[in-house]
């Protein structure tokens, strides 16, 4: 964990890798609830689908993007940089 944020991104990237680690262990952690209480389960591919969607998410609030929908963020989050944010 320590390792994941000492690093040497912008401020930008530096929010967004922020996301991703937050996103993943809180995507990771309901999973699990549903897996145990609700005899639910996913396939890798869906977990990863439910991480990208809450990283645009939260991106997509924290920096107020109107522009972009979610499923904008979700196929471009590559193209986040371009935003000068």
Do not use: P, Q
């Amino acid at each position: 964990m320590c390792g994941w944020f000492d690093n040497s991104f912008r401020n930008l990237e530096k929010h967004i890798w922020e996301v991703c680690f937050y996103a993943t262990i809180w995507s990771i952690w309901m999973m699990r609830i549903d897996c145990i209480f609700k005899n639910a389960t996913a396939s890798s591919e869906e977990v990863v689908d439910i991480i990208k969607f809450r990283v645009a998410t939260w991106i997509k609030v924290k920096f107020n993007v109107r522009m972009y929908t979610v499923e904008d963020f979700k196929r471009f989050l590559d193209g986040i940089r371009s935003l000068n944010l």
